[in-house]
């Protein structure tokens, strides 16, 4: 859904995010069973931590398909132009270059083009990419009402457009956003709930931190919270808006260490990016905060570096190569005239427990099927 994405993201951080809460740094508390300002005085019920248990442990190995298996009806046309939106930063980055890497193993050529991570900037990156008559655009996290008028312009064009970590559904020249969809942002919810629920024993006090710029994450917010209430009834969460403004920057790691200092009987901090919790580790070391378990949404290679630390506990995988592995292979079926592969990414809860074992990249980014490249080239009959 990152340095993200997410791309993410990125992903992102212009992949993967939320609009719930404001954007000025305000909080709000769960105890579960009640409203979102009542206290519960229970601990995790028997069923609640079984329930737990369960789900976490589905998530714990290394995922071992990409999660599609219908090849093309016949190997793609050589030579077509792709162009991706890469909002510059972390793991959009990392997604866009594979995307070029996707581009080139299918017998494409790609184009990467800045698109920043304000609506002024997608929009102008966009206007831009249908200047140059692609057959197709890539997008990650960019919402089809921020681009609507040039979604139009494409459309006029012939040119085909898709997004990964995407709310919006799809709808004329964009047409395919199933790749890091709303439900699979909430199963990551769901699985990071599961996780601190069996580690706390129940007895979780946790801080959330959300970016607000982006819609995508906030199901996996709304999915993290729902979870800890249906497992963990006396489980304490509290929501803080972080502003995109801060991703990066010394205000959102002054704005964690104040947090967990007026709440001191926090023991988790969740993250609903990678790239929103770096430089956290340092910062609570710095406050002498200790005790504190961190995690979240979406592991870049910096959070896998905390998990191996042993100063980070737990982070969703995402595959920045499957996730552009997937984009290419979705704009492949639309140019064939076949239907998009709707299917989950491989995924896995990544824990102090499993990280040595992960498949990565070079540079350490989160790959997760080690043989991915092979088995896309396989259903695009390039192998």
Not at 276 to 290: H, N, Q
Request: net charge neutral; charged share 10%.
């Amino acid at each position: 859904m990152r340095r993200t994405l997410a791309a993410v993201v990125a992903v992102a951080t212009s992949t993967l995010a939320i609009a719930a809460c404001s954007s000025s740094g305000s909080s709000s508390t769960s105890s579960a069973g009640a409203d979102a300002n009542t206290s519960a005085t229970a601990g995790a019920t028997t069923a609640g931590m079984a329930a737990a248990t369960q789900y976490e442990q589905q998530f714990l190995n290394t995922p071992t398909s990409i999660g599609i298996t219908t090849p093309l009806k016949s190997k793609p046309a050589a030579g077509k132009l792709l162009v991706g939106l890469d909002s510059g930063l972390g793991s959009a980055k990392v997604l866009a270059q594979y995307w070029a890497q996707a581009a080139a193993d299918i017998g494409w050529k790609y184009k990467d083009l800045i698109s920043g991570s304000t609506p002024s900037a997608q929009q102008a990156a966009m206007n831009s990419a249908i200047q140059l008559n692609p057959a197709g655009i890539l997008t990650s996290g960019i919402p089809n009402s921020t681009i609507q008028s040039q979604l139009t312009l494409a459309a006029q064009k012939g040119i085909w457009v898709n997004s990964s970590a995407d709310t919006s559904p799809p709808s004329g020249a964009m047409f395919d956003t199933s790749i890091a969809n709303p439900a699979q942002l909430a199963e990551w919810g769901k699985m990071v709930a599961a996780y601190v629920v069996v580690q706390s024993q129940g007895k979780a006090v946790v801080q959330d931190f959300q970016l607000t710029a982006f819609p995508i994450l906030l199901d996996f917010d709304t999915a993290f919270v729902a979870a800890m209430q249906q497992w963990c009834p006396a489980c304490k969460v509290t929501t803080n808006a972080v502003p995109a403004a801060s991703l990066g920057t010394s205000a959102l790691t002054s704005q964690v260490t104040s947090v967990v200092t007026r709440n001191p009987s926090t023991k988790w901090l969740i993250f609903d990016l990678g790239d929103l919790e770096i430089g956290v580790d340092a910062a609570v070391k710095a406050a002498g905060l200790s005790g504190l378990h961190i995690g979240g949404l979406t592991a870049d290679t910096p959070n896998i570096a905390g998990l191996k630390a042993g100063t980070e506990d737990v982070w969703t995988a995402y595959s920045l190569p499957i996730v552009a592995y997937r984009q290419v292979d979705s704009m492949a079926r639309k140019f064939e005239g076949m239907t998009p592969l709707s299917a989950n990414l491989p995924t896995q809860l990544i824990t102090p427990q499993n990280v040595g074992s992960l498949a990565t990249d070079s540079a350490g980014n989160y790959v997760g099927v080690s043989d991915y490249r092979t088995e896309f080239k396989k259903l695009w009959l390039e192998s």
